[in-house]
């Protein structure tokens, strides 16, 4: 069985990707991990919160703790990686929180993946 690690599920594209796996494929495990910015609104995913397949974690993509525990928890088999800051215009007056989440952020997940998954596919 699949267990899917979904970042920024809440968002304008993360919201439709989750959709689409938790109903196309009822026998993976869906776990979207969101820190619900501006950006984020779980009512794009109202629809399906209850669907057996589903779990919500509201949570950071920096936030190693977070991270190394959801890897060990649910040893994923796949990443979706949609969390980012996406709004350009926003890059000027907060450039701090687009080099936090879309650089640091990107580097942590992949260390979580290389570390976790890794062997299973031959790194
Ligand atoms: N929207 C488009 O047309 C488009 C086109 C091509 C590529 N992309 C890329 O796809 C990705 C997603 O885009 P989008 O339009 O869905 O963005 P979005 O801004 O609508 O959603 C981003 C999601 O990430 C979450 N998030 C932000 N920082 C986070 C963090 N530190 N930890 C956890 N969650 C966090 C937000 O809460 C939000 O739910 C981005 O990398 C974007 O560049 C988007």
Known sequence: MHTILLTGGAGFIGSHLTRLFVKKYPQYKIINLDKLTYAGNLENLRD?????????????????????????????????????????????????AFITTNVLGNRILAAGCQRSMGRQYGE
């Open 48 to 96: 399906i919160e209850n669907e057996p397949n589903y779990h919500f974690v509201k949570g950071d993509i920096t936030d190693l703790d977070l991270l190394r525990t959801l890897f060990a928890e649910h040893k994923f088999t796949a990443v979706l990686h949609c969390a980012a800051e996406s709004h350009v215009d926003r890059s000027i007056t907060d450039p701090l």
